[in-house]
């Protein structure tokens, strides 16, 4: 049995695609993860799974998707497979496409609510093009799964389909802390990992870093609003209390993760996608033992509040937004409960307790598919 799993970004640092390759792998099958490779790409960790990586002329932009889709087109016309996964609205076209030229079995992985993206909401006709594309493959599609179980409501109810959820959780963590210190003297530390684009809230943690004392702000992760983030540090002269730490491996992020005394996951209400959303770094915070501040979107808020690992941010204003950074770090006696929940969450909320769902996903996907002659079962 070959499984290809198909994605648009650098698997290099793609956490779920890797959990995911990972477990397959136990099905048993043959799994070959098919990604994008630019200049700053980091190496791909010594996984049991097979990669392969498309070296991009066009970065970004609809030329980008583009040629992403007529090269990953023709790979999976001649590539063998039996199982084809598209991960995301990005890749779905040529994964869709090549599966029905050679009648396999294919399988959709969402990874967001890609039509409410910060990015296409205000760009109707771009989100158009998308949508266009989501609703004429989506009612086809078998096997789908996605991130919440507001987003497979959401899908569910816009296509009349079944989706499936199998969560963005980190595997259980035994740390031992061999990452370079973070820490300068008795400062309390902020950490933040995961892309840095808009809407996530990292401008408002920046702003509130002026009102703080005896506290930096670390950011681990990169992403198209970078710069602006470095610049809005520079107009604030804030160099002194927020780190760029850049792109981390993910097998050496939760070493200092671990270091942290709060995670924060401030998306902002731009869209379906944010609002819906239950981003991995939640649950990497949880893992590594660390309270959480997240925003009053539902469901990060309802396992922040459900687990007591937490408080959830209910503004926008950068000085009672220190207020509550200052109030987290400093309560010994609530850090002290919402240590002792993390520890009983961690335990929880865990891929070793997640992955049963993704197999029997696949399996029965491998129902559909002849084992002796891998021709495709009708």
């Known amino acids: 049995m070959r499984i290809i799993l198909c994605v648009t970004n650098d698997i290099a640092t793609d956490q779920r695609i890797s959990r995911i390759a990972m477990s397959l792998l136990k099905l048993p099958a043959e799994v070959i993860v098919v990604g994008t490779s630019l200049s700053n790409s980091l190496p791909v960790s010594d996984h049991h799974f097979q990669s392969r990586r498309f070296h991009m002329f066009f970065k970004k932009g609809p030329f980008f998707y583009a040629e992403y889709n007529i090269r990953l087109f023709f790979y999976l016309l001649f590539a063998k497979a039996d199982i084809l996964v598209a991960n995301d609205l990005d890749t779905l076209s040529a994964v869709f496409l090549a599966s029905r030229f050679r009648m396999k079995t294919l399988v959709y992985d969402s990874h967001e609510y890609f039509t409410e993206l910060p990015e296409l909401v205000g760009r109707p006709k771009v989100k158009r093009t998308w949508e266009r594309i989501e609703s004429w493959i989506l009612p086809r599609i078998k096997y789908v799964y996605t991130v919440s179980l507001s987003i497979a409501n959401a899908y569910s109810q816009k296509y009349n389909i079944p989706v499936q959820v199998v969560r963005n959780l980190p595997l259980r963590a035994t740390v031992i802390q061999t990452g370079i210190p973070l820490r300068k003297n008795y400062e309390r530390l902020i950490m933040y990992q ?140 609530q850090r002290a409960q919402w240590k002792e929940n993390l520890r009983k969450a961690s335990m929880e909320l865990c891929w070793e307790n997640e992955e049963s769902g993704l197999l029997n996903i696949y399996r029965n996907a491998i129902n559909r598919v002849s084992v002796t002659t891998g021709e495709y079962k009708k």
């Not at 097998?251 to 609002?275: F, R």
């Not at 007591?308 to 209910?314: H, K, M, N, P, T």
Request: aromatic content about 10%.
């Open 194 to 333: 995961g892309v840095l684009n808009m809407g996530r809230g990292l401008e408002l943690a920046i702003k509130a870093m002026q009102f703080t004392d005896n506290v930096r702000l670390i950011i681990a992760g990169s992403g198209y609003f970078e710069k602006e983030l470095h610049h809005l540090v520079r107009n604030l002269n804030l160099h002194e209390k927020v780190h760029f730490m850049g792109r981390i491996p993910p097998h050496e992020l939760i070493q200092y993760t671990v270091q942290a005394d709060l995670g924060i996951s401030l998306e902002e209400n731009k869209g379906l996608n944010y609002y819906f959303a239950l981003p991995n770094k939640l649950f990497d915070y949880i893992q590594a033992q660390i309270p959480v501040l997240v925003s009053d979107l539902p469901e990060m808020a309802f396992i922040v509040n459900h687990y007591e690992v937490g408080r959830v941010l209910s503004t926008d204003d950068a000085r009672e937004l220190a207020v509550v950074f200052n109030q987290m770090l400093s309560d010994t006696e």
